[in-house]
């Protein structure tokens, strides 16, 4: 059984900064890509920035510059460092992972259950 749990949501003024942090946990054989997703309400949920196992990144054109994606593969876990955060940032973020479990050598994408990220003065 694999788990993703996030971290580091919270209330923040515009301008103010905010680290989420994923950690995996279960029975793990390999991690591939681990990105973010996030869903505002009213509107799809869409990528923000994912990660591969080697440290290529790709951002949404709406972060980049602004946020940063980074992973420590020893700790099975993925961070969105977010600064200069806008009204427009408000949203649930979720931890999304590419990963071969050890209990069915299956390559799956698992999902976190979501943090909740506010920018508002």
């Known amino acids: 059984q694999v788990q993703l749990v996030e971290s580091g949501g919270g209330l923040v003024q515009p301008g103010g900064s905010l680290r989420l942090s994923c950690a995996a946990s279960?029975?793990?054989?390999?991690?591939?890509?681990m990105a973010w997703y996030r869903q505002a309400p009213g509107k799809q949920r869409e990528l923000v920035a994912a990660?591969?196992?080697?440290?290529?990144?790709n951002y949404a054109d709406s972060v980049k510059g602004r946020f940063t994606i980074s992973r420590d593969n020893a700790k099975n876990t993925v961070y969105l460092q977010m600064n200069s955060l806008k009204p427009e940032d408000t949203a649930v973020y979720y931890c999304?992972?590419?990963?071969?479990?050890?209990?069915?050598?299956?390559?799956?994408?698992?999902w976190g259950q979501g943090t909740q990220v506010t920018v508002s003065s």
């Open positions: 990660i591969t196992s080697i440290g290529s990144t």
């Open positions: 999304n992972a590419h990963l071969r479990s050890i209990a069915t050598s299956q390559l799956s994408a698992y």
């Open positions: 279960g029975s793990i054989f390999s991690i591939y890509r």
